[in-house]
């Protein structure tokens, strides 16, 4: 086993670790240059400049998760096709130097239960394998909120199907740029109370297209703070996008990934309907490409 | 019967019709000055201007629907509660100018299907009236589509109750702000086939949380092309509005109005959806505040 350089190079941040063969963290840096601030044709000087250093030991491996690997990026690294485990994804690396840097390539699936529409991922696939791996589980459902929420259901190791929900940019476009606006106070802070009434209003019957008007409506009427709407508003989309999940209670704890402020609101949300789940942060990413250099190094 | 004066004055627009006793537009205005463009307290100047010289006529009557009674606009008319009918109206007019000049309410109603959260609308309830009016029916469901969609049930000539969707406003911070503009060309024409797909799409099991996503995969998928892919969003969210709508066929068809643009598409998705439906333009405002001033007239 080779010390690892992890990289996780998203579209705003760029995040790397250097990992002890066992897999702990010895030292990561973070900064404020994701793929958009990159010119076409500068990524190998930013990462040189930002890594180089870390490059230079001896044996030194690199992989690197996330937008890298899209149209815009370093190079384009061709979506994985589900189902797909650490196998595949091993087998779809691509090389940007040869055993020394590769791009870890994202997932893509059809969803027969949407007319087989197309879903993609990239940058999540690392940190799932990588909650897996330290929760010691190989079947479970998996949420990944954000900007766009992904879940997504892994069967004995392996990406069966995974579904994007664009539930944190509606958010902020309806708490930002709509007449919702208004009404609401961004700056008040997160309020439970007005949380869960969102999850109740949204598991009703109804699109969720009319629900969010009753921001402004029970503004109107002082039914709720101007303060504590953008926690009802955040309640009613996070539970829309709850309410349309079929989670299997015999697979254990649903595990969700990522930053303590998101993952909280979906436990309170997913404690409210009756689901059991549990919390990963970023840990999973480094866990995730130190196991994926394991199974390379390992390889016969 | 007097001579009326009608006025819409809505947001970003305002309209004036001159009519005759019975009801013809003998002339019309338009002008670009929304209640946004009017500084507080300058309502009365800004009329004045417009149509001091319609007011000029003996016993001139004046009816004025829409935002101009909101918090923001001429001076407050509190909204009238369902069920409403024309009698309801006309006892809630707000009276700027006595027995000359007079506001009409707009409506307010609590959905019980949706743990009693409030609606209203302002102006709309002229122009549904007035398309019942010229449909010459007294129970219909009625739908006026735009950047605040509403469905309104009427029975027996009063509005039992009506829901607010966000369809019109959404499509846009979608098309215009979200990741989904990178792949969709907004220069587009209107595509049918796709608008139809999207329509299908929409009456799929899950949330358009995930279904909008599509419009970023079949783009990077070459599913769909970028020319056609508004079209398809379009689809998807007024399916979605539609998806959720009870329409009890016995009560004849579904009564749209609207500008045509806008119409031509609810009227593809509901024929799609096997729901008869038939269209009304501006004509129904009109028709609107000159029933609501002939029953103003001939009251006791």
Redesign the interface.
């Known amino acids: 086993m080779r010390a690892l350089i992890a990289i996780d190079w998203g579209t705003s941040s760029l995040r790397g670790a250097r990992l002890s063969v066992t897999g702990q963290v010895l030292e990561s840096r973070e900064f404020a240059r994701g793929i958009l601030t990159v010119p076409p044709g500068q990524f190998e000087a930013v990462f040189n400049e930002l890594f180089g250093d870390w490059m230079a030991a001896p044996h030194a491996l690199c992989l690197i998760s996330g937008m890298a690997g899209s149209r815009q990026g370093w190079q384009e690294a061709p979506y994985c096709p589900c189902p797909a485990g650490f196998a595949e994804l091993g087998q779809h690396l691509l090389w940007l130097q040869a055993d020394r840097i590769a791009l870890v390539p994202g997932l893509s699936c059809m969803n027969p ?3 087989n ?4 991922m990239r940058g999540e696939e690392v940190q799932l394998f990588g909650a897996l791996q330290l929760a010691e589980r190989n079947t479970a459902t998996l949420v990944l909120p954000g900007t ?1 929420s992904k879940w997504v259901q892994v069967e004995h190791g392996r990406v069966t199907r995974f ?5 944190g ?2 958010y902020a ?2 708490s930002q ?3 919702l606006g208004k009404t609401l106070d961004l700056n008040g802070t997160f309020d439970e109370t007005a949380f869960l009434q969102g999850v ?2 949204s598991q ?11 921001v402004r ?2 503004g ?2 002082e ?1 709720l703070s101007a303060a504590v709407l953008p926690s009802y508003l955040s309640g009613l ?1 996070i539970g ?2 709850l ?2 999940q079929n989670v299997p209670p015999a697979q254990g704890p649903v595990i969700l990934i990522g930053s303590d402020a998101l993952t909280l609101r979906y436990t309170l949300a997913l404690r409210h309907l009756g689901i059991a789940c549990q919390s990963r942060g970023a840990e999973a990413t480094w866990a995730g490409l130190h196991a994926l250099a394991t199974k390379l190094t390992n390889k016969p």
Chains 1, 2 share one sequence.
Request: glycine share 2%; hydrophobic share 40%; aromatic share 6%.
């Open positions: 239960d949407t007319l529409t197309p879903d993609v766009h579904s994007t929900f664009m539930t940019e509606v476009l309806l740029h709509s007449i109740d209003q009703q019957a109804g699109s969720v297209l009319n629900k969010v008007f009753a409506t029970l109107l009427f039914r989309l829309e996008e309410r349309h």
